[in-house]
């Protein structure tokens, strides 16, 4: 079973920046994209960013593209999301989550395992 376990949120005041990250542990596959989504009280899960396994393919919310930046460590299984130029508005808990084999996506459905969140605060 797959584990992803997120870390690297904070409170932070706007125009500053945090780095998430999120570590896969357990039994994994051969290749999968990873991606971060967030989410506030009351509205659906929104996708962020996402990761191709090769690092070479990106795709970003349009809300945060120019500011926040995907990556894969070196060992692969480790994915890290740089936010700059944070925003009140960017205040969420945000998911990390794996779709194992497959490309890139935009949709929270086409995931498979999902991280427990970890809480940005945005503050004005």
């Known amino acids: 079973q797959v584990q992803l376990v997120e870390s690297g949120g904070g409170l932070v005041q706007a125009g500053g920046s945090l780095r998430l990250s999120c570590a896969a542990s357990g039994r994994t596959f051969s290749s999968y994209a990873m991606g971060w989504f967030r989410q506030t009280p009351g509205k659906e899960r929104e996708f962020v960013a996402t990761i191709d396994w090769s690092g070479g393919n990106t795709d970003y919310a349009d809300s945060v593209k120019g500011r926040f930046t995907i990556s894969r460590g070196i060992a692969k299984n480790t994915v890290f999301l740089q936010m700059n130029r944070l925003k009140p508005e960017d205040t969420a808990v945000y998911y990390c989550?794996?779709?194992?084999?497959?490309?890139?996506?935009?949709?929270?459905?086409?995931?498979?395992?999902w991280g427990q969140g970890t809480q940005v605060t945005v503050s004005s």
């Open positions: 989550a794996l779709r194992l084999g497959g490309p890139t996506a935009t949709m929270a459905k086409e995931y498979d395992r």
